[in-house]
């Protein structure tokens, strides 16, 4: 059995369209509070966290609710096409407001909107994937929101977006809206959700006979104790290294103008292109070795990046950072490739949504957590200099929590050739 790699590249058009919006999102709205509203740091800051905020409690909720909602459309599509609808019409208006409190009250709607359907586009990938490829299937979905984010980032340098364009942001506005529903159009057209959940499950029938005699079993069982400590340490896991590695991209900027004394931009662009090329071989890599075994070596290649960073002064070569954070991309692309895999592992066929919100929960609240318990640990010792040991312990402990799962793992697939990797049929 092999990967429909075009199939699941139409589903990733659900994630193009996500990556497309956070993108525009994270470029301007910090920029219109700052410089359009004059808002203070710690009010802007404020607002940023709505979306994170938000997600802990929406996702879980949303993904919940779309398991057990039947239209024609699937159980998912349906809140894709009306979330990313009101989404867009709510971001439309964004850029025509000058009231500061009716922008609020808009940007909340908009962040609502979005979190409707985030985790419903995000479990669908395992909704139409047999359980063994899910590793490889989510390389593919993140490489194609991966492009959706590039196209909006060039948008940004080919329109020039600043705080000298506060007040015309519409051309901008216009043409992400029109990246996004573009990305909506694509899936629309492309993706069969009912059909393929269906082929799904004659595939796992035919091919993967064990795991369909699970499931079955499984689906009128609840966890057993031992996989909802599985469960709670792959959670836990989650929760540990994006508290390390969110750490270091809240506050790197200001860690390397304050301590390395040079631009940031450049290492934080390398780490992530190095996860962009590292999507498919680690996905690949995971269906050889199993997810855990690879997650575990994604971790130690982290720590190890962070721990090395400890001792990068402002008298240091710059192509040692280049290099730590290289790795540190590899490693990130490594780690999460495989681990919502293994959270949707352990969900029965019908809880697929709920179990991609609690995956969300685990890390949003670390997102939520992390720039205020460092920030908070910087400003007791007085400088910036704890960031990175404060990272590796978090990732550090993540390996922990990572070493003692049992369940969540599949069965390496052996293929008849390397080139069935690269296979697309439809």
């Not at 985790?119 to 669908?124: G, I, M, N, Q």
């Not at 996989?227 to 200001?254: P, Q, R």
């Not at 919100?357 to 957590?369: F, I, K, N, P, R």
């Amino acid at each position: 059995m092999k990967l429909n790699y075009k199939r699941i590249i139409c589903v990733g058009f659900a994630f193009f369209l996500i990556s497309a919006f956070w993108q525009a999102y994270d470029k301007t709205i910090p920029l219109i509070l700052k410089h359009r509203f004059n808002m203070g740091e710690t009010l802007s800051g404020l607002v940023m966290a709505l979306d994170n905020v938000l997600a802990v409690f929406m996702l879980p909720l949303f993904g919940s609710i779309s398991d057990k909602t039947k239209s024609k459309l699937g159980k998912r599509t349906v809140f894709i096409l009306l979330g990313t609808i009101c989404a867009v019409i709510a971001f439309i208006f964004l850029p025509l407001i000058g009231n500061v409190w009716l922008f609020v009250a808009i940007l909340l709607i908009t962040l609502l909107s979005m979190a409707t359907f985030r985790s419903p586009a995000v479990a669908l990938m395992p909704d139409v994937t047999c359980k063994p490829l899910r590793s490889k299937a989510n390389a593919i979905i993140n490489l194609v929101g991966t492009v959706g984010g590039l196209l909006v980032l060039g948008l940004g340098m080919v329109v020039k977006v600043g705080k000298d364009t506060m007040y015309n942001l519409m051309p901008y506005y216009l043409a992400v809206c029109g990246i996004i529903l573009l990305g909506l159009i694509i899936f629309l057209l492309t993706v069969k959700e009912k059909k393929w959940a269906e082929q799904m499950l004659v595939d796992t029938e035919k091919y993967f006979p064990e795991e369909n005699k699970a499931e079955v079993v499984e689906n009128n069982k609840k966890l057993s104790k031992l996989e909802l400590k599985s469960l709670l340490l792959i959670l836990g896991s989650v929760f540990l290294w994006f508290m390390g590695y969110n750490a270091i991209t809240s506050k790197y900027s200001l860690y390397a103008d304050s301590v390395l004394q040079q631009s940031y931009d450049l290492t934080l662009l390398i780490a992530q292109g190095a996860a962009i090329i590292s999507y498919l071989p680690v996905g690949i890599i995971a269906t050889k070795i199993g997810r855990k075994k690879t997650i575990l070596a994604g971790v130690i290649m982290l720590a190890t990046a962070f721990f090395f960073a400890i001792f990068i002064s402002a008298d240091s070569s710059p192509i040692l950072m280049y290099v730590l954070f290289a790795l540190a991309g590899v490693a990130w692309a490594t780690i999460n490739v495989n681990s919502f895999p293994m959270v949707v592992e352990l969900a029965k066929g019908g809880d697929i949504g709920k179990y991609t919100g609690w995956y969300y929960t685990a890390s949003m609240s670390a997102q939520v957590l992390t720039p205020v318990l460092s920030g908070a640990i910087m400003d007791l010792v007085g400088n910036m200099l704890p960031l990175f040991p404060y990272a590796f312990i978090c990732v550090a402990l993540a390996f922990v929590t990572m070493f003692f799962v049992k369940h969540g793992d599949s069965k390496p697939v052996k293929n008849n050739s390397v080139l069935e990797n690269f296979d697309v049929d439809n």
